[in-house]
């Protein structure tokens, strides 16, 4: 029997614990949307602030950005027991915080509940040089640890220390601006430095299975059903 390669995005995420889907937006909606973002840090955010949670509240584009069909439209096929928009957030990279993000995986900041995934688009074309995100294919089936460490004098960060691939198991997701990556909760990520001098602006949002409210859900209230399950 042939070995063949799974191809449906469902079979995919399953496999990978990731997606790609290029140009989801178009140039022109990554345009307005960075502005907005732009608009939404100097607003809401706190001075020099790296990310901000909750755009969809404040931000009418966002929120539409949030419940878009071609979102929605990806989501179905890989959550199949309906899919509710939970929260989102910015993730601005600016030309001088170099910093990479640790590997980490986002099931850890939200233990004890349902699974969730996320889908994080770039405004700004992204690479390897100006901070775009890395990712471990695969990962996202096995048990991995967090901890809080100190990896400059006072400065702490949640990392995974039991870490065990190669380089050459990371994928470095180059892509341009308004394509998606769709990605489990559970999937070793994290992202380059942003060496490039420049702005790299993400948003990233987060969707699980519709159900009844768990306490972690209230405190997020843009949070909606989109398709509900069978
Ligand atoms: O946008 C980034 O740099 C990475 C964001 C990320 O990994 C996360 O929010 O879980």
């Given at each position: ?22 140009d989801l ?192 859900d209230l ?12």
């Amino acid at each position: 029997m042939i070995n063949s390669s799974p191809t449906s995005p469902a079979a995919l995420y399953e496999r990978d614990g990731f997606i790609i889907v290029p140009d989801l937006l178009t140039p022109a909606e990554c345009d307005r949307l960075k502005v907005e973002a732009r608009q939404v840090l100097d607003v809401h955010a706190k001075s020099g602030s790296s990310v901000h949670v909750h755009v969809a509240v404040v931000s009418e584009p966002f929120r539409s950005l949030a419940e878009d069909p071609r979102i929605v439209g990806i989501l179905k096929p890989v959550m199949p027991d309906g899919v509710m928009f939970l929260s989102d957030k910015i993730v601005y990279k600016a030309p001088h915080k170099t910093f990479p993000t640790p590997w980490h995986i986002d099931c850890y900041y939200w233990r004890d509940t349902r699974p969730k995934l996320s889908v994080w688009i770039p405004l700004d074309d992204a690479t390897a040089e100006n901070g775009t995100l890395t990712v471990v294919p695969g990962s996202h089936k096995r048990d991995w640890r967090m901890v809080k460490m100190e990896v400059s004098a006072g400065d702490f960060q949640n990392r995974i220390d039991n870490g065990d691939w190669q380089d050459g198991d990371v994928v470095t997701c180059a892509i341009k601006r308004g394509t998606a990556i769709v990605f489990s909760d559970r999937l070793v990520h994290g992202s380059t430095p942003n060496t490039a001098g420049k702005d790299r602006y993400a948003i990233i949002g987060t969707y699980q299975a519709p159900g009844p409210d768990e306490p972690f859900d209230l405190d997020f209230p843009a949070r909606k059903v989109l398709v509900p399950a069978d």
